[in-house]
C-alpha cells in the first residue's frame, strides 16, 4: 500500500518558517514527482512547488517563489518543503502528492485530480 504522510505543520507569526516533511511507503520514490498543494476552504488545490528527486530538479509557484525551498532525501524516501518569511495568506492545509514519470517541469501543468497518490494533509497557520 503506497502512503504518503505530511508532518511539520503548526502555528507560526509571520516572517516565520515552518519545514514539512512528506515520507513516502511502498512507492518507489524515484519514478515519481513530487508536489505540495494547498488548499483553503473555499478554494481550489494550489499547487505551490515541485520536485523531481532523481535530479533534484525544483520548480516553484510565483506567490511562494524565493522563500519556499523543496529539497529530498531519496534514502528515506522523504521530501522537504522549507517555509520562510511565512505571510498570513499562507495559511492553508498543505498536501503533498506523488505523480508518475514525469518531471517538476511537466507537473506544474498537471490537474491535481491527475496526481497518483495524496497524503492527509497537515495544517499551516500563519498569524499576523
Known amino acids: 500500500e503506497v502512503q504518503l504522510v505530511e508532518s511539520g505543520g503548526g502555528l507560526v507569526q509571520a516572517g516565520g518558517s515552518l519545514r514539512l516533511s512528506c515520507a513516502g511507503s511502498g512507492i518507489t520514490f524515484d519514478d515519481y514527482v513530487y508536489g505540495w498543494f494547498r488548499q483553503v476552504p473555499g478554494k481550489d488545490r494550489e499547487g505551490v512547488s515541485w520536485?523531481?528527486?532523481?535530479?533534484?530538479?525544483?520548480r516553484y509557484a510565483d506567490s511562494v517563489k524565493g522563500r519556499f525551498t523543496l529539497s529530498s532525501d531519496n534514502a528515506k524516501n522523504t521530501v522537504y518543503l522549507q517555509m520562510n518569511n511565512l505571510k498570513p495568506e499562507d495559511t492553508a492545509v498543505y498536501y503533498c502528492?506523488?505523480?508518475?514519470?514525469?518531471?517538476?517541469?511537466?507537473?506544474?501543468?498537471?490537474?491535481?485530480?491527475?496526481?497518483?497518490?495524496w497524503g492527509q494533509g497537515t495544517q499551516v497557520t500563519v498569524s499576523s
Open positions: 502528492a506523488a505523480l508518475w514519470a514525469l518531471t517538476a517541469d511537466q507537473a506544474m501543468g498537471i490537474r491535481p485530480h491527475d496526481y497518483d497518490y
Open positions: 520536485i523531481t528527486p532523481s535530479n533534484g530538479n525544483t
